[in-house]
């Protein structure tokens, strides 16, 4: 598993995301909750950039057509069977990583 520095924890103001790419992957950070979260930047549905849809507690809701999911796990608010993957952040220092 390799972990990847993102962002300064001040890059990502509290309720807001950031999309990077990191190993050929889109990957959604956030900051919500006081804690960051990442996940799939990619929205199944068809293919919204999650990291650019507002967020309400820890659920972030895709700006093209409204599917919901929790930041914590993927999991879509909308269907058990829906989900993006969710990956493990670390915060070191001021630093926001990201395990792959």
């Avoid at 820890?58 to 599917?67: E, L, R």
């Amino acid at each position: 598993m390799a972990v990847h520095k993102l962002a300064e924890t001040s890059e990502i103001p509290s309720g807001e995301g950031r999309c990077y790419e990191v190993e050929g992957r889109s990957i959604a950070v956030f900051h919500a909750d006081g804690s960051f979260y990442a996940i799939d930047n990619t929205c199944p549905h068809r293919g919204g950039p999650l990291a650019d849809g507002p967020i309400s507690g820890t659920t972030v809701t895709c700006p093209w057509h409204g599917w919901g999911f929790d930041c914590t796990t993927g999991q879509s608010t909308l269907s058990p069977t829906v989900g993006v993957t969710a990956y493990k952040v670390v915060v070191d220092g001021t630093d926001v990583q990201v395990e792959l």
